[in-house]
């Protein structure tokens, strides 16, 4: 919620990265002194790749327990969907978002945009027909309108982010072709993988009258969530 000197909310998701990581370095600690199965088998697997003993690893950790070694062998935050859950949590939080959820990556409840700008569930395409667009992340009600979001954060490319750019094409271009006035789309992009060069190319696909689509940054969703009437 805006605070008491009218400032809009804030979230910064390198912040809310570093502290997942030391929080699981806490973690790590633990693991190391109770000898944790699941860090037995980590460093089983490196014993096996580059034929050192594994006490040698013990050894090391059990000296150092927040060193180097432990940092490399905790568990990375980006692997926990950290950016998807911080995004979720800011969001429930804001003005005028009621009934806000996360929905499913899997199974009969997922949502996508199809070729004709429908909203539909997994359960309503044909037999092995591909997916229309990637999957829809959130949802909201905003006074009378049902809100979409896609999120993402990213920060390099390269690999499986790059499919990133494509798959955001594919949802815009889809939901131009959406007539539910009571719908919106939001796609919340982050990170400094998303230059200016593609969010131009990008906003080239938003539909400037309804059923309205955005492209935004997650700090100013706010802004345009007041818009909304």
């Given amino acids: 919620m805006p ?9 910064d998701f390198d912040e809310v990265e570093h502290q997942r990581n030391l929080e699981n370095l806490d973690a790590m600690e633990e693991e190391i002194a109770n000898r944790n199965d699941g860090l037995t088998e980590r460093i089983s697997h490196f014993s096996e790749r580059y034929d050192l003993p594994m006490e040698a690893f013990w ?48 199974g009969r409840g997922v949502h996508y945009i199809a070729e004709d700008g429908r909203i539909i569930l997994r359960h309503q395409l044909r037999s092995r027909e591909p997916r229309p667009s990637e999957a829809i992340d959130f949802t909201w009600q905003t006074y009378d309108i049902t809100c ?5 954060y990213t920060r390099e490319g390269g690999g499986n982010q790059d499919s990133r750019f494509d798959e955001t094409v594919r949802l815009l271009s889809n939901f131009r072709q959406n007539l539910d006035e009571n719908v919106a789309l939001f796609v919340i992009l982050d990170g400094a993988y998303f230059t ?12 400037d009258e309804g059923p309205h689509s955005y492209i935004v940054a997650i700090n100013d969703l706010q802004q345009i969530i007041n818009q909304i009437i």
């Fill in 3 to 11: 605070d008491n000197h009218g400032q809009l909310p804030q979230l």
């Fill in 59 to 106: 050894a090391a950790l059990e000296a150092n327990p927040r060193g180097p070694l432990a940092a490399v062998l905790s568990t990375d935050a980006r692997r926990q969907n950290i950016h998807e859950e911080a995004a979720a949590n800011f969001i429930r939080q804001l003005d005028n978002v009621k009934e806000f959820r996360e929905l499913p990556r899997q």
């Fill in 148 to 152: 979409y979001a896609s999120q993402k």
């Fill in 196 to 207: 200016d060069n593609m969010l131009e190319q990008l906003q080239e696909l938003v539909k």
